[in-house]
Structure formats: C-alpha cells, structure tokens
C-alpha cells in the first residue's frame, strides 16, 4: 500500500508548536533535569528511537552545556510502526549497556496512551535501573492515558490529534520537520 503523501497532511495540519518555542521549552527542561544528577553520578541516557532521536539529541547538548555528562545508549520500541493508531508494542532492539544499579534518564518525543514508555520503563526497573526517569517533548492532553506512568519532565502539551514533525512521523515521513504539527480532518 502507497502511503499518503506528506505535502497532503501539510495542505491542512496546523503548526501547534514551531521551532523557536520547542528550543525554549528544551532548554527550560534541561533546567530542571540539571538539579537531578548533581550528585556527579553519569546518568545512562537511553533515546527511545525512532521518534525521540531529534529531542534527544537537543536535549543532550542543553544538559551538557550546563556540566552534565551522560553515557549514551538505545532503545527501539515501536507500537505505531508507521500507522497513526498504535497496536501491541514490538521491540526492535534493547539497550547493551547494563542498568543494574544506574539511574537512567530515557527520552522519546511523545506521551500519548503511555503503553509504550510504561513497558520500557517496566523492563528499565527489571533490569536493575537504580532510578529511571522520563523527559519527553510532549505529553497529549486526553483522559485514555494507561495507569501508572507519567513523564517527569514535558516540554509542551498538544492536542488530542494525531501530532507529527520534531521526530515524530506521518507514515514514516516529515520527521525532520521543525515544528510540531496536529493533523487536519
Ligand atoms: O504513549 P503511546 O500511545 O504508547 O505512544 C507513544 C510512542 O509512540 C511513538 O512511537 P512509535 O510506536 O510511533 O515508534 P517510532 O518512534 O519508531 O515512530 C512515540 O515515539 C512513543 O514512543
Ligand atoms: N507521530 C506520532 N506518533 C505518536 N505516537 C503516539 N501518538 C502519536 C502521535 O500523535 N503522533
């Protein structure tokens, strides 16, 4: 099946959040991120790909402009893959680097039912996470949210529609895009 095009969804999506506004709202989260390893302990930075890759990068370079290092790793956990309703949760690949006992900081670009970061942060704490914590540039606003998880540090809320840009994709397109935008009808 072709996918729809992405200069279709552009003709009607709004731009919710631009560039300018995502780049203050990271470097307010790095901010408050910063305090929460003053203890000089590596934190073990774990980018949820494919989405989180944009978000995590800029948010990897505001925490290390404020002294902070990390160790980097990987996870690939896809529940989308590629469609815009979500699924069972497939992983794709697991971090190598061992958690046991270290405080893990993961990053993904969105909270939406929260399926997906409550199973990776569940395997984080069957792993031996010491501590793990969730940055995500964005958190949808609707009451579908799983129990039990909650981003510890949200750059912007968006809307309850299907969101793309900033990582995040339209079938597999516009990831790059920088600016989130929220799908027209
Ligand atoms: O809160 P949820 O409803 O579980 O959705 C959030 C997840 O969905 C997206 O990943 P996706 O499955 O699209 O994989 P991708 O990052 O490779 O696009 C996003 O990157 C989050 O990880
Ligand atoms: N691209 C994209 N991925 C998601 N994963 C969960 N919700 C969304 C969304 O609104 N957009």
């Known amino acids: 099946m072709t996918a729809p095009k992405l200069a279709d969804a552009l003709a009607t999506a ?3 959040f631009d560039k300018a506004t995502l780049e203050a709202a990271i470097e307010r989260m790095a901010g408050e991120i910063r305090p929460a390893y003053d203890d000089g302990e590596v934190p073990l930075y774990i980018t949820v790909m494919n989405g989180g890759l944009p978000f995590a990068a800029q948010l990897a370079f505001a925490l290390g402009e404020r002294g902070l290092d990390l160790e ?3 996870l ?3 529940r989308y893959r590629g469609q815009t309703s979500g699924s069972g949760l497939a992983w794709l690949h697991r971090p190598a680097t ?3 006992g270290r405080k893990v900081l993961l990053a993904d670009d969105i909270l939406d039912e929260g399926h997906t970061l409550l199973a990776v942060r569940h395997w984080c704490e069957d792993q031996g996470a010491a501590e793990v914590r969730i940055a995500v540039l964005a958190e949808k606003v609707h009451d579908r949210c799983v129990e039990g998880i909650c981003a510890d540090h949200v750059g912007v809320r968006v809307p309850d529609a299907y969101v793309f840009g900033y990582g995040m994709d ?3 397109q516009g990831r790059n895009l920088p600016a989130i935008y929220a ?3």
């Open 14 to 16: 709004q731009v919710v």
């Open 72 to 74: 980097f790793d990987y």
């Open 76 to 78: 690939h956990a896809t």
């Open 98 to 100: 061992s958690m046991q």
């Open 170 to 172: 339209y079938y597999e």
């Open 183 to 185: 799908l027209g009808d």
